[in-house]
């Protein structure tokens, strides 16, 4: 267990120009000398992340929830896919599960998903290069596709990077219980070991850099930009 000293707890250096000095320092240092945050990194992107806030224990998933996938297909580089749970009533979601593994052809990784969809039948959304017809019947997804995946591919458009990072900034945000829009299960542990040490692009200033390590924050920006597409009957008035 780590226990942080802070300046605060100090009652010869709590509301000195010592404190200020710190107060006044970089938000990494800062963070670190007077909050007692060593889990912090300098040019960090997602620098309003905290495990104590944004990481619980698991817990079972009421049966009302909604659940679904993002994922991050890869083969040489690890694929991942993360489950995600919506509670509704406070508008927070989890990340439950996380699968992170490279060496997976479509096959294994179909069965390693479906395993670990339980007895819930659950659809997702793929990096969309997944489909690319590369000689295997219309690429990697249609052949998960095939054994009961349901991927859908992500959006691609202008934009669609900046705003999937701006919808993780949203719910990283506190809401007016105190608690985050978006928590994830201590078990998805790669997640929270590569979320926090992401920086910036040095060519893209306001976008994540081409990181050997992005693949979980991949499937987490794919993940919460889902959109969820609904069909209603309605009778039609008279004339």
């Known amino acids: 267990m780590f226990i942080p000293a802070r300046i605060s707890d100090n009652p010869y250096l709590a509301n000195t120009s010592y404190a200020r000095q710190l107060a006044a320092l970089p938000e990494a240092s800062r963070k670190a000398l007077l909050l007692g945050r060593w889990d912090v990194f300098e040019g960090s992107v997602f620098s309003e992340w905290d495990p104590r806030i944004h990481v619980c224990d698991p ?16 083969f040489a580089q690890p694929a991942c896919t993360l489950w995600f749970a919506h509670d509704k009533i406070h ?7 996380e699968l992170y593994r490279s060496g997976m052809t479509p096959e294994t990784f179909a069965e390693a998903v479906r395993v ?20 295997m019947g219309g690429g990697r997804a249609n052949v998960m596709n095939k054994l009961g995946c349901k991927w859908r591919p992500s959006e691609k458009g202008a934009g669609s990077r900046l ?7 949203a719910r990283l945000a506190l809401h007016s219980d ?5 928590i994830v299960f201590r078990n998805c542990q790669n997640l929270i070991r ?5 920086p910036y692009s040095t060519t893209h200033r306001e976008d994540v850099a081409d990181y050997t390590e992005d693949h979980a924050y ?22």
């Not at 817990?59 to 890869?74: K, N, T």
């Not at 705003?163 to 900034?169: N, P, T």
């Not at 590569?194 to 992401?198: A, F």
Request: proline share 7%; net charge negative.
């Open 178 to 182: 105190g608690l985050p829009g978006l």
């Open 116 to 135: 670990l969809d339980g007895e819930r039948t659950l659809d997702g959304v793929i990096d969309s290069a997944s489909f690319a017809d590369v000689g």
């Open 91 to 97: 508008d927070r979601i989890y990340v439950t599960q």
């Open 194 to 198: 590569t979320l926090p040490t992401l």
């Open 59 to 74: 817990f079972p998933i009421p049966d009302e929830w909604p659940m679904w996938r993002g994922a991050d297909d890869g």
């Open 163 to 169: 705003a999937g990072k701006s919808a993780i900034h």
């Open 218 to 239: 991949e499937a987490l920006r794919i993940g919460l930009n889902r959109k969820v597409c609904s069909v209603h009957m309605v009778r039609p008035g008279g004339i």
